[in-house]
């Protein structure tokens, strides 16, 4: 198994960046990761690396959870490549459509460039779930969807990310009080 992050930091070392225009004066530099939710093309040994070390790093710390929990449309790649390395379930936060009023459980997703709504279906009280995501940034979809899951009762075990932009993931493990581990810092 891979234990080197190499591929990992070199495609976030080459990875462009655009401008999300929030306001009519304010832009977010995004950042066009091949592993992340706007990538495009992405070589098989990144994937591998990937998702190597995201195996290795659920089996260290998050063992005791029922299933994988992945939002769209940057987690539920990852989260399913971890499920299937691990032989684990895996329930996806879909993003909603109009489709599914009246259907699904909806809610907000705010995160620091873009908004929408996920949907939560599948979940029982007292499941263990382990929350597999691409990027954490401000860490406020993770919140988002802690707080629906404590409404539901479902029981956050920890966070995996691939990787976090700045400090925020600290602050995040300290509010929700569970391991949030990631692969690399930006
Ligand atoms: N690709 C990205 N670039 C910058 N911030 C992000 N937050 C989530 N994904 C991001």
Known sequence: ??????RLSDSIANARTVKIQKTNDT???FKLYPFGERGTYIAPELINEITDNLAVSIQGHFQDCDYIVSPEPGG???????????LKPIN???????????????VKRETAYNENRICFDGF???????????????GATIRSIAVQMQEMGVKLVGVQAIIAKGEHYRKLEEDLNVPVRILSQV
């Open 124 to 138: 029982q009280a007292n499941d263990r779930v382990l929350l597999v995501d691409d990027v954490i940034s401000s």
């Open 76 to 86: 539920h790649t990852w989260g399913m490549l971890a499920a299937y390395k691990l």
């Open 92 to 106: 996806i936060l879909r993003l909603s459509t109009d489709l599914y009023k009246d259907i699904h459980l909806e």
């Open 27 to 29: 832009f977010y530099d």
């Open 1 to 6: 198994m891979s234990l080197t992050n190499t």
